[in-house]
């Protein structure tokens, strides 16, 4: 070969080897390379089974219980398609709300409940001060209502 | 009329140039600094969420952000000076690294601070938080490799491969909360998406913002002085100005 | 070009055998100290297995960095090979190559003995050997940029550490990531595809990267 072709072909085969793993990459994006798992990857039984994993999404309006001596608490995490219970004991972090995001690590027994070892709180990224926050509320209420209507 | 740039290219006429710029700098910096933290603690409301300790917000984003910037910034002049053999570039990117390194440290500590009391942990291995401590990392890398070195030249290029190797983390830490599921909280403001913060919140935040640039300007005009008096010590302009001739 | 450098180098290393067998014996010693330190509870042992393992080819592969350029360096045949008119890239490549054969390829065969004493199952024990299989030539590629650049310095190994293993932190990632989804009985193709990502992208640059760190330390 020419110096000349062999450059070539050693350009040919580098770009040919980035588009490779981009490819590559782009697959193993479409598939759980995950922090935690949704409730509904649960309910497909996407997640590990006797292992501890995470389990985020929102805590279901009205599932939070405090049980017995009080620091064991019991809800439901939901990504509104599918629900998990769960229990814990221990602290909640102070963004722990309903209605507000959540990742729990623990694993899930065979109930089928998932028994959490930590809480932590996922927020989101709107800052507001209250007022603002309260408007928006009702604005989406009135929208809601008037959908019904 | 046109300006010679190539003229501040030169150590010593930029040696002076830097010299008239910090004070400048350096008043703007405090300026900002102070309206910055005012709006921070005094006008922006309360959070709906998060009560007041979202404020961490007004030097954690600001310093995570300086921190990704200034690495870019630094590859930027170590690449031109391994490309085009100009000395001053590869004395700036030398002249950035402690202060970006400063801003990662501090992001991250500001980050633990903020996350203890919001998410319930100091610390959890999501993308974000380990993709930028593996930038503190890369920065630490970057000083202790240069400093192990005694020729300068040899320091400015094996430093410039090393920080150019780096860059591919910088797109990695910023688009991490987008790609994966992690703990932190997706991006509140952005080129494509109107802010998802209340005015007050957001001027304070980018005031914040502009004052860790100008203190950035100051830290890396002065460290690159030292460095350029260091290194043209046997020159004549610099044993001119130690007999105070110059200046 | 590259096959010449390959076989010169592992004819070299199977002249120096003892260089070659105390990497392994630093792998498996330090692999074998962790259930003396942390306890036999076999349950403890196999869910950290897949991080020790990891963690100490790290290591070992990062501690024979220091061999690949440096006894050419001191014997002169490194500045040869960089007058002489052969692609200094395809040449590193060559070294990368030879290095990885050399420390790479023992790590990969003994891990899965070393799995054993974790009391892995066997499907993760193949996972294991074949994540390590495709990690350890991206640890030998991304390492020769850094012991190009750390060339004859002094503190060479200290320094080497740190340069290398921030940069090592995605493959080990990656690699655990895979062992851990398949013994929780999760799909772990994609930890692969991101291990064979690594392995494409510093195949490309790496050579490149290291050639010019090497013109650096050596003008």
């Known amino acids: ?149 | ?247 | 070009m590259i096959w010449w450098i390959v076989k010169r180098d592992l004819l070299l290393a199977m002249r120096r055998r003892s260089d070659v067998l105390t990497t392994l014996f630093f792998f498996i010693i330090v692999v074998s100290l962790f259930p003396l330190g942390v306890g036999p509870e076999p349950n403890i042992l196999r869910t950290m297995a897949s991080g020790v393992v990891w963690v100490a080819a790290l290591l070992a592969s990062m501690l024979s960095l220091g061999r690949m350029f440096s006894s050419d360096y001191a014997d002169g045949t490194l500045e040869q090979m960089l007058l002489s008119p052969v692609s200094l890239a395809a040449l590193v490549t060559g070294k990368a190559i030879s290095h990885w054969l050399v420390t790479g390829i023992p790590l990969v065969l003994m891990a899965p003995i070393l799995g054993i004493q974790y009391d892995l199952p066997g499907d993760a024990l193949l996972v294991l050997t074949l994540s390590l299989l495709l990690g350890t030539p991206v640890l030998s590629l991304i390492g020769a940029i850094g012991a190009a650049l750390t060339l004859g310095l002094r503190g060479g190994g200290v320094l080497v550490s740190i340069l290398v293993l921030p940069l090592y932190i995605p493959v080990l990632i990656f690699g655990t990531g895979a062992v851990e989804a398949s013994s929780a009985g999760m799909e772990f193709g994609a930890h692969f595809s991101i291990l064979g990502a690594f392995l494409l992208v510093s195949i490309v640059f790496s050579p490149w990267a290291t050639a010019a760190s090497l013109r650096i330390s050596m003008s």
Do not use: C
């Open chain 1, 1 to 149: 070969m020419k110096p000349r072709h062999k450059k070539m072909a050693v350009i040919a085969l580098s770009v040919s080897a980035l588009a490779v793993s981009v490819v590559l990459v782009l697959n193993a994006f479409q598939s759980n390379l995950v922090f935690f798992f949704s409730p509904s990857q649960v309910a497909a039984k996407e997640a590990p089974i006797g292992k501890s994993f995470r389990v985020g999404g929102l805590v279901e309006e009205g599932s939070l219980k405090r049980v017995g001596d009080g620091t064991t608490m019991k809800f439901a995490i939901t990504d509104t398609a599918e629900v998990i219970k769960v229990v814990y004991t221990g602290i909640l972090p102070d963004l722990f709300k309903e209605g507000k995001g959540v990742v729990a690590q623990g694993k899930i027994a065979d109930d089928g409940v998932f028994y959490a070892d930590e809480v932590l709180a996922k927020h989101d990224e709107n800052y507001m001060p209250p007022e603002a926050a309260a408007a928006l509320e009702q604005a989406a209420k009135a929208q809601k209502t008037s959908f019904t209507q």
């Open chain 2, 1 to 247: 009329m046109t300006i010679n740039w190539f003229k501040y290219a030169s150590p010593a006429s930029f040696y002076f140039l830097a010299g008239r710029m910090v004070p400048y700098f350096a008043t703007l910096a405090i300026i900002f600094l102070v309206v910055g933290l005012y709006i921070g603690f005094f006008v922006a409301p309360t959070d709906f969420q998060q009560g007041e300790a979202y404020r961490i917000i007004f030097i954690h984003v600001p310093a995570a952000w300086m921190s990704m910037f200034l690495y870019v910034i630094m590859a930027f002049w170590a690449g031109v000076g391994l490309a085009f053999n100009t000395r001053l570039s590869s004395m700036v990117a030398s002249a950035i690294a402690p202060t970006g390194a400063m801003f990662a440290f501090l992001a991250l500590w500001t980050g633990a601070w903020w996350g203890k009391p919001m998410w319930g942990t100091w610390w959890v291995w999501d993308a974000r938080l380990t993709s930028e401590l593996i930038l503190f990392f890369l920065y630490i890398g970057f000083m202790s490799l240069q400093a192990a070195i005694d020729d300068p030249k040899r320091a400015d290029k094996a430093g410039a491969v090393i920080a150019l190797v780096g860059v591919v983390n910088v797109p990695i830490i910023y688009f991490s909360v987008q790609w994966w599921n992690t703990l932190h909280q997706g991006a509140s403001v952005s080129l494509v998406q109107s802010p998802k913060m209340a005015t007050a919140m957001l001027s304070g935040m980018l005031i914040m913002t502009l004052a860790a640039w100008m203190y950035s300007i100051v830290m890396i005009l002065t460290r690159t002085r030292l460095i350029i008096l260091e290194r043209e010590r046997h020159t004549a302009w610099v044993s001119e100005l130690k007999e105070g001739v110059l200046e």
